[in-house]
Nanobody, 120 residues
Framework: QVQLVESGGGLVQPGGSLRLSCAASGDTLSTYTMGWYRQAPGKERELVAS???????SHADSVKGRFTISRDNVKNTVYLQMNSLKPEDTGIYYCNARKALSGSYTLNYWGQGTQVTVSS
């Protein structure tokens, strides 16, 4: 089993920056595809960014050029650097770990979430 713990959220003014961290235990994160999701009140959870085992990254169009996902396999931690924050970025941010096993069985783990509020 994998346990994921997010941290780094908080209240920030528009244009500010935050760095979210996702610390993992129970397994080696280098074997998983990692993702950051967010959910605003009354909206569905959406994928913000992902990073594969090989280090290939993908970011949602709404955050390209502002957010950067990265991973440190030595520390077993995934990060989301968020710059030029906008009020529309407000929401609960969740860390996700996913790995496909033999027999089409997939492991899928979620953190508890961390609140990000962008407001003046």
């Amino acid at each position: 089993q994998v346990q994921l713990v997010e941290s780094g959220g908080g209240l920030v003014q528009p244009g500010g920056s935050l760095r979210l961290s996702c610390a993992a235990s129970g397994d080696t994160l280098s074997t998983y595809t990692m993702g950051w999701y967010r959910q605003a009140p009354g909206k569905e959870r959406e994928l913000v960014a992902s990073i594969t085992r090989g280090g290939s990254t993908s970011h949602a169009d709404s955050v390209k050029g502002r957010f950067t996902i990265s991973r440190d396999n030595v520390k077993n931690t995934v990060y989301l650097q968020m710059n030029s924050l906008k009020p529309e970025d407000t929401g609960i941010y969740y860390c996700n770990a996913r790995k496909a096993l033999s027999g089409s069985y997939t492991l899928n783990y979620w953190g508890q979430g961390t609140q990000v509020t962008v407001s003046s």
